[in-house]
């Protein structure tokens, strides 16, 4: 016990803590103002699960190392009321939390938990070591810095010197040993002299705390900063649909806002992101992007943000983080922050992005990499006009013919003249149950046309009751909002919904995830309230019902892999539907490729990636391609159709289109269905009985299974 040396320890440790916490706090709130205190119990469950529970951190691709991270995590959490403690008994010795710093049963149960979690902190930290030193893995060596290193012998020597206070504590008879590992611990000293064992146990105590109060100082000035914003991130994360951007207020002239053009452009929890960054590098491992060489890593644009607010920060809040020798500045005036891009982020780093969600999937701490990527994408477009040559077109074809290819908007009810029944117009006044919303791809483009064809037919069999909108239907504008064109999107949307609404239209059915997730998730905000569900889910509620039959030996002999959609899967976690549905039409078991479900890897096509050319590194949907026909598949179930586009396109590109082919899973079932249509009846047959229902199977495929 010592009160003035633990005071004055205190006094300048907290005191350092405090200053340097104050800085990194007002740059925060420098940025643009964000509500993230809204559903305090929706936050709360998520702090419960995800902050506290690490779910995340125990998932693929990396079990073993959340598992290490785990042990750290809730052994340091352990420990540190040990630490509270000794810090307590540097005031007076005879200190001692309630309940567990009591001789009782509870007191006895902390000292075996205290022990048994101490154990596990050196375990996690040298299944870490082992990881980082030894087997060097890509994504962690880049992490091997003395920063690192430092941090986990700081951490191994608070759990080491707490078991030795222990051991020496219970060699003096100070107090009684509760564990076994205790009691071995005392039986070290046992040979030591009583002055030198007093000696002993302060420099372990006295050690211990110095150590834990540098290591708190470290925290604010490294990339372990995570280990103070961490929760605190958890619980800011966004709620609600997680691939739905914030819709802008472009009628607000008192404050007008057209993207990021600097700094303080992007929300609060950008910066807050970017300090709880871990470097982990899970965001990396199934990223199109860093995958196939492409100017962008997550982690490394959370660094570069981070390091930009630091060097701006006289700019922000008048005052750069001290240094001796040199003063305060405090003209903020005077300055102007720089702009976003491309001084501090290239312009090929924001349209890199396939906005496939991986990064976002994959983080334990819940930081949002699409939105502020978006963000800047509006300014550069909006502002300005500054964007990849390949989208001129695209937005002069969506704002000139609605539809991103530019065909004319006459044709876009063409592909009905392919079908041998009628399929009514909203505008004809009909009852109907779902609008078939088809959507630019499967309106214009001739691959889609068949994806629509085959839709179509389903409903019509199954006796859905349905309507399109024909050539009043327009596109959504998804892909003008993913290329940062907010302006084209809202003009867009704002119209179809004023069509559909103008019909009554409840339910949606559609064979586009991105039509999908935008008019579910994101027209709500424009007054368009639907029930959307995809044409994977319809055709699978039909086939339980069994309101259409099939005869899947048609596709007999075929081994099927099934691509996940980012914007179908990730994004709105359907997985299941497409692949029920597709083992229902073909009876065949899917080959799984490696990377599937919530580790699906992009085709390349999203966040309007579909209308840019790749021009740096590998192709994205080669790259998913080559995964296909590694896993022996012959064909490549789609259930979107710009993935599909981009799987056949890689599927030409390497030369596979005698061994490969690819078609949505609507193809499928249209293939293997079996119409029933009564036959011609005579007048009469011998018995004066009605002829029997003849039964005839479908052909409807442009590629017959023996070609496919």
């Not at 107090?175 to 590992?181: F, I, N, R, S």
């Not at 390091?307 to 005077?334: C, F, M, N, R």
């Not at 990730?570 to 078991?589: I, L, Q």
């Not at 740096?616 to 979107?640: P, Y």
């Amino acid at each position: 016990m010592n009160p003035i040396v633990m005071g004055v320890m205190l006094l300048l440790a907290l005191g350092f803590f405090a200053y340097t916490m104050q800085h990194r706090l007002r740059l925060v709130l420098a940025l643009r103002k964000e509500n993230r205190f809204d559903k305090g119990a929706e936050r709360a469950d998520a702090l419960v699960r995800f902050g506290f529970g690490q779910r995340r951190l125990v998932q693929r691709p990396d079990i073993r190392a959340g598992i290490a991270h785990v042990l750290i995590f809730f052994g340091f959490l352990v420990v540190s009321i040990r630490t509270i403690t000794l810090v307590g008994k540097g005031f007076a010795i005879g200190f001692d939390l309630p309940l567990v710093g009591a001789e009782g049963a509870l007191g006895v149960a902390y000292a075996w938990a205290k022990d048994i979690f101490s154990i596990g902190v050196l375990v996690g930290v040298s299944l870490v070591l082992y990881r980082r030193l030894i087997l060097k893995s890509e994504r962690s060596e880049p992490n091997l810095s003395r920063e690192a290193l430092g941090i986990l012998a700081m951490i191994s020597y608070l759990m080491l010197s707490d078991m030795a206070l222990d051991g020496g504590w219970v060699s003096q008879k100070l107090v009684e040993a509760h564990t076994p590992l205790a009691a071995s611990l005392a039986g070290v000293y046992a040979n030591v002299g009583e002055g030198a064992l007093a000696a002993l146990n302060h420099f372990w105590f006295w050690t211990h705390v110095a150590v834990l109060l540098v290591f708190l100082n470290l925290l604010p000035v490294g990339k372990h900063f995570h280990v103070v914003t961490g929760l605190a991130n958890v619980y800011f994360k966004k709620l609600g649909p997680k691939a739905k951007l914030t819709t802008l207020d472009l009628e607000d002239e008192e404050n007008p806002y057209f993207g990021a053009a600097k700094l303080d452009d992007l929300g609060w929890k950008t910066l807050w992101d970017a300090y709880s960054c871990t470097e982990c590098g899970r965001c990396l491992t199934h990223c199109p992007t860093y995958v196939t060489a492409k100017p962008l890593t997550l982690k490394g644009l959370n660094q570069t943000l981070k390091h930009h607010a630091y060097e701006v920060s006289e700019q922000l809040i008048g005052e750069k983080l001290w240094k001796p020798g040199k003063p305060l500045v405090t003209d903020k005036e005077s300055r102007e922050l720089p702009e976003l891009n491309p001084s501090v982020i290239p312009d090929e780093t924001v349209w890199a992005c396939t906005t496939c969600g991986w990064c976002e999937q994959a983080c334990p701490l819940f930081i949002e990499q699409v939105p502020r990527i978006v963000e800047m994408r509006r300014n550069l477009v909006m502002v300005e006009s500054r964007f990849p040559q390949e989208l001129t077109g695209t937005f002069k074809g969506m704002e000139n013919q609605s539809n991103p290819w530019g065909v004319a908007a006459g044709d876009r009810d063409a592909w009905t003249k392919g079908l041998d029944f009628e399929i009514p117009r909203a505008s004809e006044g009909g009852d109907f149950e779902y609008l078939f919303y088809v959507g630019c791809a499967g309106s214009f483009d001739d691959r889609a046309k068949k994806n629509t064809l085959a839709i179509a037919k389903i409903l019509h069999e199954a006796g859905v009751k349905f309507a399109i909108l024909g050539n009043e239907e327009t596109c959504n504008g998804d892909q003008a909002r993913r290329a940062g064109n907010e302006y084209l999107y809202q003009m867009m949307a704002m119209g179809l919904i004023e069509t559909m609404n103008g019909y009554g239209v409840k339910k949606i059915v559609t064979g586009c995830p991105h039509c999908f997730n935008t008019i579910a998730n994101e027209y709500p905000d424009l007054g368009g309230s639907y029930e959307v569900i995809h044409h994977s889910q319809l055709i699978e509620e039909l086939l339980k019902d069994h309101r259409v039959k099939l005869d899947p030996r048609v596709h007999e002999g075929l081994s099927i892999t099934y691509h996940d959609a980012c914007y179908l899967g990730r994004h709105n976690d359907v997985y299941e539907a497409p692949r029920n549905t597709v083992v229902r039409a073909t009876g065949a078991e899917l080959t799984e490729m490696p990377r599937n479900r919530q580790e699906g890897f992009c085709c390349g096509a999203g966040g309007a990636r579909m209308w840019m050319e790749e021009h740096i590194g590998e192709r994205v949907n080669q790259n998913r391609v080559e995964e296909a026909k590694a896993c022996g598949a012959d064909l490549v179930a789609t259930s979107c159709p710009f993935c599909q586009t981009m799987v056949k396109d890689g599927i030409s590109e390497l030369g596979y289109d005698e061994e490969m082919t690819t078609k949505d899973i609507a193809e499928l079932v249209a293939e293997a269905m079996v119409v029933e249509k009564k036959a011609e009846l005579p007048a009469a047959t011998p018995s004066g009985a009605a002829a029997e229902p003849a039964v005839e199977p479908v052909a409807e495929a442009s590629e017959t299974p023996a070609e496919a």
